[in-house]
């Protein structure tokens, strides 16, 4: 039985796309209503990461929401954070380190990966790309609306759409049968964050209803 989601929207991190500073960004992300934040910045040094990693986990301590950190199993053991592995991370051994009531994802890029995941007892996929996007390259072609259709037929476990996700086709992603989506640029680079997460808040939620 996989766990239940924190949350139909993730926001994953990369500060060198932001206009302000990373914890303002965050910040105004929680206050239009995001609830799930994966700290994803693979070019700081680890105790850099874990300084910024603290300062983004008081930010969604105080809103109530769930803080994932991406690859830095150091990171998620200190703050009691979720974790989020590349394609070829083990779950296994995170969910020694980390406890059963821990999160923990894995990055697919197909089918095959999305089994091996479920298989080694991650939570949760991101599936990428869904749609073309620059944060993504080298993946191949975007899967979009009908490859992310047959894999969520196909498995079992949840599937958080990535890649080009916007409010635009946040929607048709959940009635294709992903648990959530994933964005990143959307509400990085948004001149109103706040703004941007309660549009993708307010499609999500039409689209489920």
């Given at each position: 039985?996989?766990?239940?989601l924190?949350?139909?929207?993730?926001l994953?991190?990369?500060?060198?796309?932001?206009p302000?500073?990373?914890?303002?960004t965050?910040?105004?992300?929680l206050?239009?209503?995001?609830?799930?934040?994966m700290?994803?910045?693979k070019d700081?040094?680890?105790?850099?990461?874990l300084?910024?990693?603290?300062e983004?986990?008081a930010?969604?301590s105080?809103k109530?929401?769930?803080?994932?950190?991406?690859?830095?199993?150091?990171?998620?053991?200190?703050?009691k954070?979720?974790l989020?592995?590349?394609?070829?991370?083990?779950?296994?051994?995170?969910?020694?380190?980390?406890g059963?009531?821990?999160?923990?994802?894995?990055s697919?890029?197909s089918?095959?990966e999305?089994?091996?995941?479920?298989?080694t007892?991650?939570?949760?996929?991101?599936l990428s790309?869904?749609?073309?996007?620059?944060?993504?390259?080298?993946?191949?072609?975007?899967?979009g609306?009908?490859?992310?259709r047959?894999a969520?037929?196909?498995?079992p476990?949840?599937i958080?759409?990535?890649?080009?996700?916007?409010?635009?086709?946040?929607g048709?992603?959940?009635?294709?049968g992903?648990?959530?989506?994933?964005?990143?640029g959307?509400v990085?680079?948004?001149?109103?964050?706040?703004?941007?997460v309660?549009?993708l808040?307010a499609?999500?939620?039409?689209?489920?209803?």
């Amino acid at each position: 039985m996989h766990k239940k989601l924190p949350s139909p929207l993730l926001l994953i991190t990369d500060r060198t796309q932001s206009p302000r500073p990373l914890t303002d960004t965050v910040a105004a992300a929680l206050e239009g209503g995001c609830r799930w934040v994966m700290l994803r910045e693979k070019d700081l040094p680890p105790d850099a990461l874990l300084a910024l990693a603290r300062e983004i986990a008081a930010l969604t301590s105080a809103k109530g929401a769930t803080l994932s950190v991406n690859s830095d199993i150091t990171a998620a053991q200190a703050l009691k954070a979720g974790l989020h592995l590349p394609a070829d991370g083990s779950a296994l051994a995170a969910r020694a380190a980390l406890g059963p009531a821990a999160l923990i994802g894995k990055s697919a890029h197909s089918l095959e990966e999305i089994e091996k995941a479920q298989d080694t007892g991650a939570d949760y996929v991101t599936l990428s790309p869904v749609f073309a996007s620059a944060s993504k390259p080298g993946y191949g072609p975007a899967l979009g609306i009908v490859g992310l259709r047959r894999a969520a037929a196909r498995l079992p476990i949840p599937i958080v759409a990535l890649a080009g996700i916007d409010a635009d086709n946040a929607g048709p992603c959940l009635k294709a049968g992903a648990s959530a989506v994933a964005v990143m640029g959307s509400v990085m680079r948004a001149d109103d964050p706040a703004a941007e997460v309660r549009a993708l808040l307010a499609a999500l939620q039409q689209a489920a209803s």
